[in-house]
């Protein structure tokens, strides 16, 4: 019987993380988050590796925010 606390216990953490990234999401202005791209990532800059999301290799400016705006 020392699962089912257990397990509460984890829902409810796992809950309360769920719910502060959907507060998040409607706050950003457009429901946009920040970071997709792969250029504004220090560790794939250093690689020199184009965003998947976009194309954009780190020394360009991302795509998919030209492209929205």
Do not use: W, Y
């Amino acid at each position: 019987m020392q699962f089912l606390p257990l397990l509460g216990l984890i829902l409810v953490f796992m809950s309360i993380a769920f719910i502060g990234m959907a507060i998040r999401v409607f706050l950003v202005k457009d429901g946009e988050v920040r970071g997709g791209c792969a250029g504004k990532n220090p560790m794939m800059q250093e690689e020199g590796t184009a965003c998947t999301m976009c194309g954009a290799l780190p020394s360009e400016e991302c795509k998919s925010d030209t492209a929205s705006t």
